[in-house]
């Protein structure tokens, strides 16, 4: 598949160090002049897109990073719900299959949609800007104007928005009494969704006008944020904010490079080194999520939740497994000291490895034998 340049970004200017190290003020030195960035052609993924470009250029402003945006089969069918896919890949495989052939050097994604099993000859090569992690809640026109802000405000049988069963799970174990849908579509398309009137639905009969299908939208903060909506925001969910956790990587840019590509793994080193984009813990935690995430073999179709905070250099993760209908919850709690790969990777193995003793490995394999308890959730 081909992708279209939908825009370019080239910007010179002058070298202020050529020395072969890789600190911020120094970067190492890369002979090829321009590096083609792949992403989706969606106003978010391409926001996220500039932020890696943004990152890249003052560490190496003689070179340039072109943008190759494409569509992706996730984007291109905006009606199926996404468990019914049954795929870990749907927004990464046509720009990897790009990535591969030479036609681009590196992918931006957002961290959270990139299988953590990813194609031969593929890799992670940097996890950047991770400012906020949380998920939201963005109320409907006609519920802000009641002044409600949380989930906990609505009414009963209010119609909540979501296409991650990780998200259906909570609102079940949290929120029984809320009606949830599935939502697809791109940031803009689920707010319009979500503003439109529709005096004839659920929410508007009986009830006056001025309503519409949905009374909420659960979405990621840091999507609306980038998009320029983060006025949307009615209220936050985390775990210190209605015991809620996030997905994995959620939040940070993930940047997929061709493996061996040692002048690509030169230009993510740099990026990671230099503060603006995260530094080294950063890298730890999505490091330790994935492997996480990974060892459980959860994907889009299983509610595995995850929440990572320092406390000087050690991290705290806080993780769990739980079943579609809310009804079934294992979780987790952990402090690790890292200081390398390895030892990342080694703290989301343990956390996975507490996780299954809890009885994680019951709800997982109950949730892969039986897919119609996922297609009967109203959405994934």
């Known amino acids: 598949m081909a992708g279209s340049t939908l825009t370019s970004t080239d910007l010179s200017l002058s070298v202020h160090s050529s020395a072969p190290t890789t600190s911020p003020l120094s970067p190492p030195t890369v002979s090829k002049t321009s590096f083609k960035i792949g992403t989706r052609t969606s106003t978010l993924a391409l926001a996220q897109t500039h932020i890696l470009i943004s990152l890249l250029t003052p560490l190496f ?4 990073f072109p943008i190759a945006a494409s569509s992706t089969s996730g984007d291109r069918n905006q009606t199926t719900a996404l468990h019914a896919f049954n795929a870990k890949s749907l927004w990464t495989e046509d720009l990897e299959t790009l990535l591969l052939s030479g036609e681009t050097d590196l992918i931006a994604h957002s961290l959270k949609d990139m299988p953590t099993q990813l194609p031969r000859g593929c890799a992670l090569g940097a996890a950047v800007n991770r400012v906020e992690k949380r998920d939201c809640v963005v109320m409907a026109p006609w519920c802000r104007e009641r002044g409600w802000k949380g989930l906990g405000d609505l009414e ?6 979501t296409s ?13 009494g809320l009606v949830i849908e599935d939502v697809r579509g791109n940031v803009g398309t689920r707010l319009r969704k979500l503003d439109a009137v529709d005096d004839n639905s659920r929410e508007g009969e009986g009830k006056g006008k001025g309503r519409g299908k949905y009374a909420a939208l659960i979405l990621a903060a840091t999507g609306l944020q980038r998009v320029g909506e983060g006025e949307r925001v009615s209220s936050f969910l985390s775990w210190e904010e209605g015991g ?5 990587g959620q939040g940070a840019v993930g940047v997929e490079v061709r493996s061996g590509d040692e002048e690509v793994g030169a230009l993510c080193e740099a990026i990671m080194k230099d503060g603006e984009g995260g530094g080294k813990k950063l890298w730890f935690e ?3 999520e994935r492997m996480l995430l990974r ?4 994907g889009c179709s299983v509610p595995v939740g995850v929440e990572t905070q320092w406390e000087g250099e050690e991290m705290g993760m806080r993780a769990m497994v739980m079943s579609v209908d809310g009804q079934q919850e294992v979780r987790g709690y952990k402090k690790y ?3 390398s790969r390895e030892e990342a990777e080694a703290a989301g193995l343990d956390m996975a490895s507490d996780l299954i003793e809890k009885g994680a490995e019951k709800i997982l394999g109950e949730i892969t034998l ?6 009967e959730s109203g959405g994934a």
């Open 164 to 176: 991650s069963v990780r998200r259906i799970a909570q609102v079940r174990r949290l929120f029984p």
């Open 370 to 375: 039986n897919r119609k308890i996922i297609e």
């Open 61 to 64: 402003p003689t070179h340039s």
């Open 286 to 288: 999505a490091l330790a």
């Open 337 to 339: 000291k890292i200081g």
């Open 295 to 298: 060892t459980l073999e959860g």
């Open 156 to 161: 009963g049988g209010s119609v909540v928005g």
């Open 244 to 248: 809620w956790l996030g997905a994995v």
